[in-house]
């Protein structure tokens, strides 16, 4: 019996690092190292030290290792996803010159707003980038970077986004891939390249961007003898470019040109994602027209308050994330982080519709529903984006996959089924995002196109089916009334 090879999916999140040690050729999950981040920052501030996502990597894959009882030498390849639009500057010497502003930093939404005036409106970036600057993309933060920090901007000798920092770090070469240069503002998804006039708009030379490999899935270089120190692993192994956190999880789910297409994801975290593979290019205002890891296109919109601004509306009426019922007449709008989708960055929460016998339960229900409400309206306009009716009974007959770390709470669950109408599909595949990289680990060391290789591995698995509930459209009117009524003044945007 041959012996078993492996490969390293990276999932370098917000909050933490996990490095799935998975089996090269079945895909089967053997162990999952995990390390935390830490995040600084009041107020508008969301920041983070770049090396400790380095430190963190190196810990969480010597405990994934270690718990799967492997050698070292079983692994073949490494691919690290990492969470999108994150600005890091480097010193000539590859050293962070300051802490990294993370995609949900809103400091920059200013900057943002002149950025899209500056262009001639919305409608100019969709077709030249395929999304519009709001204060989480990349040059938002590049240009408050310049305005409120200029001497570290002079001094950058890179620019980088999360994953490509982790990249250059374990292969020694700069490189980047389409889908996660796609949320960046400065990269074209029109001509797959950067855009020399935007990168004049921003005043950023292309010299310190990192050159984009073709698809995430490219091997664009060798583990160094430094890093496979520092991990643990064979030199030489090899190093795929990666890419953003949400274009893995597509991979790991089998979306995209040798799979899924048009099929909608529903990820519940941090924040509230929908996204779907496409081969046509998207072309709104109200999404983030992505590319994908793979070639194909990937239409997505964010919200920024999901499972964190829920379960702090839980804290604060000392509940049980649980203990949750429907939200009766009361409507919670949870935008505690202010707001991406719709593009409220400034905003605060707004609770309306109490009566004497509101209870603390339909209160934690009502900011469930607020949550669910606001990702789910976004997935409407992601239909469109794909050619599709939201409205056809075809169309809302397709399965909604379920997936984060909401989708294993039973309230999530079914307030989104409630609230959608939709049946569901949770995916059986565990830590998503970790796999596809693990996906494109495998194929930048030979083993094919990784939607493909992706596809194969999920072909055993048993996902949970839910079938379709009656819509509660009284609740989805009612909420959608009171975003569409709310004042500017109301939620502080």
């Given amino acids: 019996m041959p012996p078993r090879t492996v490969v390293i999916g990276v999932d370098s999140s917000t909050q933490s690092t996990k490095a799935a040690v998975t089996d090269a050729v079945t895909g089967e999950l053997l162990a999952v190292g995990r390390a935390p981040h830490v995040v600084t920052g009041e107020g508008g501030a969301r920041e ?25 030498s079983s692994v073949i390849g490494v ?19 300051r802490p990294a502003l993370l995609w949900n930093d809103t400091r920059s939404a200013p900057q943002a707003a002149a950025l899209t005036a500056a262009l001639g409106g919305p409608e100019a970036w969709t077709a030249r980038t395929g999304s519009v600057p709001v204060a989480s993309m990349t040059a938002s933060k590049w240009q408050w970077l310049r ?71 490219v091997r664009i270089g060798s583990l160094t003898t430094a890093a496979a120190e520092a991990l643990g692993l064979p030199a030489g192994i090899a190093v795929a470019a990666g890419t953003g956190d949400n274009m893995s999880a597509a991979v790991g789910l089998g979306l995209g040109g040798s799979g899924l297409l048009d099929h909608p994801v529903l990820s519940l975290g941090t924040s509230g994602t929908v996204f779907a593979a496409s081969l046509g290019r998207p072309a709104s205002t109200a999404l983030s027209g992505f590319a994908a890891a793979d070639g194909t296109y990937l239409p997505l919109a964010c919200t920024l308050n999901c499972t964190l601004a829920v379960d702090k509306v839980a804290t604060l009426l000392g509940l049980h994330r649980e203990d949750a019922v ?51 309206r976004a997935l409407d306009e992601l239909s469109r984006a794909c050619g599709l009716d939201p409205a056809d009974p075809e169309v809302a007959a397709r399965p909604l996959r379920l997936v984060g770390g909401g989708a294993q709470g039973r309230t999530w669950v079914e307030t989104v089924r409630r609230l959608s109408g939709r049946p569901l599909s949770v995916p ?38 839910l079938p379709a509930v009656e819509r509660d459209t009284e609740a989805w009117a009612r909420i959608a009334s009171v975003l569409d009524r709310a004042s500017a003044p109301l939620l502080g945007g």
Avoid: I, M
Wanted: aromatic share 4%; charged share 20%.
């Fill in 48 to 72: 983070s030290d770049p090396e400790v996502w380095w430190r963190a990597l190196c810990d969480a894959v010597a405990a994934g290792l270690k718990e799967s009882g492997l050698p070292a």
């Fill in 79 to 97: 691919a690290v996803a990492g969470q999108q639009h994150g600005l890091v500057v480097l010193d000539r010497e590859g050293r962070p010159l």
């Fill in 147 to 217: 305005e409120n920090d200029p001497a570290n901007a002079a001094a950058a000798a890179a620019v980088r986004l999360p994953h490509d920092f982790l990249t250059e770090r374990l292969a020694g070469t700069a490189a980047t891939d389409p889908g996660d240069a796609s949320g960046t503002c400065w990269y074209s998804t029109a001509t797959g390249a950067y855009d020399p006039e935007l990168l004049r708009l921003l005043g950023l030379d292309e010299a310190l961007l990192p050159p984009v490999a073709a698809t995430g899935a």
């Fill in 326 to 376: 429907p939200g009766g007449e009361a409507v919670l709008l949870p935008f505690l982080d202010g707001e991406r989708t719709p593009d409220l960055p400034t905003s605060s929460g707004l609770l309306t519709g109490l009566r004497h016998d509101t209870t603390p339960q339909q209160l934690l229900g009502a900011a469930y529903e607020g949550a669910a409400y606001t990702v789910l």
């Fill in 428 to 465: 059986a595949s565990a830590e998503l995002v970790a796999r596809g990289a693990a996906a494109l680990a495998a194929s930048a060391a030979g083993g094919g196109d990784p939607v493909a290789v992706a596809t194969r591995w999920n072909a055993a698995a048993e996902d949970v089916e």
